[in-house]
């Protein structure tokens, strides 16, 4: 298996449309984090992401399309319509506010979508991507992505291209030429951490619901459609993110309240502590303090860089101080939660 970075000019598009046509796979950039892209409508594509990625067949993928400049019922009825049915008036409200933005909704497949997308279930994810790469290869293509973030199973998810490549390369010899892979460069993720997922199939018994936390909050969709949104559900559908071990570091991350009672009598070690807060540790001399942004934003945006550069340091353990508890920070904490729980495996 051949594992190539290109750019993202006109003539590397086309490449990736041409290598995504022959059931090739890309790795490509979206807002949020990079995605690892086959033809939705090919089994034989899709496939390969599973066995590439080490992810359990019955996980579903979201499948991203592609956006016009109109932002109508009518448009995107007819972009929602080849993978989706029963498509409630909501669907269509979330796609006018959000998309292309960093939201995926869950709705009841269309007939024609393959279970190596869907997991076997009878629902589909589907995203339209704000990345600009990302929207001309999906308009080239001419049908859907379907994508899971483009690192190994459990691992943390990449936010540029040498990330895709350092999850990839290790285990490039175990895969024929069949598996070359093509990762689109076009810098650094936007928003930095997966889509919010909002599950809108059983909006007469259960409302709309939020499957997985993300930068679109549930304030920001009540705010700007008017719809109420239920708390996060417990997603009966397999669900890699929902695993209570994910986006997970090799070091040991440990979440902690409060440095000043758990870290200062702790013999000095190679280890560092990471904090949003602006607190004073004059007396924390044993351990490397780094700080990080303030808002949560910023902090989506290199977490998961951060991780991984870390995570090459060969610290005993990565000490993080509790986010604050307020909602902006739902999604990171959510995150850093599954993060810690994975953390320390090879
Ligand atoms: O921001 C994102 O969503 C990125 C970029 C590449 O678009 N993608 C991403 O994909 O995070 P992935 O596969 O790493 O996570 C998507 C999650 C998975 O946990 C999957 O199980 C869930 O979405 N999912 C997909 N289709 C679903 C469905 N029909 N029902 C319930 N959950 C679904
Ligand atoms: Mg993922």
């Not at 990625?53 to 993928?61: C, M, Q, V």
Request: charge should be negative.
């Amino acid at each position: 298996m051949n594992i190539e970075i290109i750019g993202n000019s006109s003539i590397d598009i086309s490449k990736s449309v041409a290598h995504l046509i022959q059931d090739g796979l890309i790795g490509f950039p979206t807002e949020t984090v990079y995605g690892l892209g086959a033809r939705a409508d090919h089994p034989e594509a899709v496939t390969k992401i599973f066995q590439l990625k080490g992810r359990p067949s019955n996980h579903p993928l979201i499948v991203h399309i592609p956006a016009a400049k109109e932002n109508t019922d009518f448009y995107w009825m007819t972009q929602l319509e080849p993978w989706a049915r029963d498509i409630p008036s909501e669907a269509l409200r979330l796609a006018q506010a959000f998309w292309p933005g960093p939201l995926t909704m869950i709705l009841q497949k269309a007939k024609g979508v393959i279970d190596e997308v869907t997991g076997g279930n009878e629902t589909v994810g589907l995203r339209c991507p704000n990345q600009k790469t990302a929207l001309e290869i999906l308009k080239q293509l001419g049908t859907g992505i379907a994508a899971p973030s483009a690192n190994r199973f459990g691992k943390i998810s990449p936010t540029n291209a040498e990330h895709v490549y350092e999850e990839f390369s290790p285990i490039r010899s175990s895969f024929s030429n069949e598996f070359d892979l093509l990762i689109v460069d076009a810098g650094e993720c936007e928003i930095g951490i997966e889509s919010t997922i909002i599950d809108l199939t059983n909006i007469d018994t259960h409302g709309l619901r939020i499957l997985r936390p993300g930068m679109i909050s549930v304030k920001e969709i009540e705010d700007k459609t008017g719809l109420i949104v239920g708390k996060v559900a417990d997603n009966k559908v397999a669900h890699s993110g929902s695993h209570l071990a994910h986006y997970a570091p090799m070091t040991p991350l440990k979440i902690i309240e409060s440095p000043l009672a758990q870290l200062v009598f702790q013999p000095s070690e190679n280890s560092i502590y990471l904090s949003v807060m602006d607190e004073d540790l004059t007396s924390l001399q044993n351990i490397p303090v780094h700080p990080l942004p303030t808002d949560a934003k910023s902090l989506a945006k290199i977490i998961y860089a951060l991780l991984r550069e870390l995570d090459k340091k060969s610290y005993k353990t990565i000490y993080l101080r509790a986010l604050p508890q307020d909602s902006q920070w739902d999604a990171i904490r959510d995150r850093l939660q599954r993060a810690a729980t994975g953390s320390g495996r090879s």
